[in-house]
Every structure is written in C-alpha cells, then in structure tokens.
C-alpha cells in the first residue's frame, strides 16, 4: 500500500492532494467522505510519534458536510502520516482552524473520478490490480487485525460495532488458525 500511495503523484497539480487523501483513507482507516471533510481543527500532529484525528464530519451531499455515518470518532494515526499531514499544512498555509484540509486550486472539494483515476494509475504503475478507494480502508482493517490489534479497537477506529467489524473481515485473514495455534502454544508453554 505504501508504494502505490506513494506512486500517485505525478506531473500534475492535484497528485499531492490524492497522495496525502488516499494516505488518509489507508492510515487512518477513513471512508472517503470523512476524508475530504477533515479541518485543520479535526488533527493533532506532534512534532514526533503518534498523532489523531477527530473524525466529526463527512461529505453527505455535494460537499454539504454532516455527521459521519457511524457518528463521531477519534482515530490515532502512525507518524508516517502526521508528518504527511503537517507537510500539507505547511505547504499549503492551512492556518486557520475551520479550513478544510483538502480542497482544489479553485477551493473546490477534490473529484471523486479524479481521485480514483490518480489511484489506478498508481496501482497500475507498482503492478496491483485496481481497487476502490474504499477498499483502503479495508486494507487499513486488516492491516490493523494482522499486527494483533483487539477487535474492540479496530472496530472502535473504523466506527462500526464489532459485529459489524467480524462479519466484514471474518474471511481477511486466511492464516487465522496458525496464528491463533501459534499464540495458545505460547500459552502452554
């Protein structure tokens, strides 16, 4: 995943934007409706280690913003992408606390069309399939179940209950038995 978030920028204006949204989206686990309404209010971004994102609002009709569909939430985000998102601050004098993180040239909210296009080409050019902009945030969560993050947190993180959480990734990790026969023989001794 790193690689291809990585191969998104190209010559043109926008790939920074879709770079950084899409790191979003795969980091913090963001759908992309939260993601193209996150403020510089909605981060905190220490000069080291982990930071967070207050997931408060999200897009539910042309860029009208609304609560986010599972309601608000916290996501602690790794530092590969506090650093992005400081760089974006700094880079595009994001001051004020209302102002929305991601916006076009002409303060517009990023194309969803463009977004994905930008993302193809990346997979295309690291040799990945295609996938949806939202399947990041699948990769996020199993990301996150792989490294042995609880399912109370992983759920929490994605918003969603656990049942919802379980019934979602039960088939993500194919490898489950071993681990699981793994850990009880660490157990046991």
Not at 47 to 60: F, K, P, S, Y
Request: glycine share 6%; net charge neutral; proline share 7%.
């Amino acid at each position: 995943m790193a690689e291809a978030i990585e191969a998104i920028v190209t010559q043109q204006p926008g790939s920074k934007t879709y770079l950084v949204m899409t790191a979003v989206a795969y980091y913090a686990g963001l759908r992309p409706s939260e993601v193209v309404m996150l403020r510089v209010r909605s981060t905190e971004l220490p000069a080291e280690g982990w930071g967070r994102l207050d997931v408060t609002e999200a897009d539910i009709s042309f860029d009208e913003p609304g609560e986010p569909k599972t309601g608000p939430r916290s996501v602690p985000i790794p530092p590969v992408l506090v650093a992005m998102l400081r760089e974006r601050i700094r880079q595009n004098s994001l001051t004020a606390p209302d102002k929305l993180l991601f916006r076009t040239r002409n303060d517009t909210m990023p194309s969803g069309s463009n977004w994905a296009r930008a993302w193809h080409r990346a997979l295309e050019s690291v040799g990945q399939r295609p996938i949806r902009i939202y399947d990041c945030r699948h990769a996020a969560a199993t990301t996150w179940l792989r490294a042995g993050m609880p399912l109370a947190e992983t759920a929490r993180r994605l918003g969603h209950s656990v049942e919802t959480l379980v019934s979602t990734y039960v088939g993500a990790l194919d490898d489950e038995e071993h681990v699981g026969n793994q850990r009880v023989d660490s157990i046991l001794g």
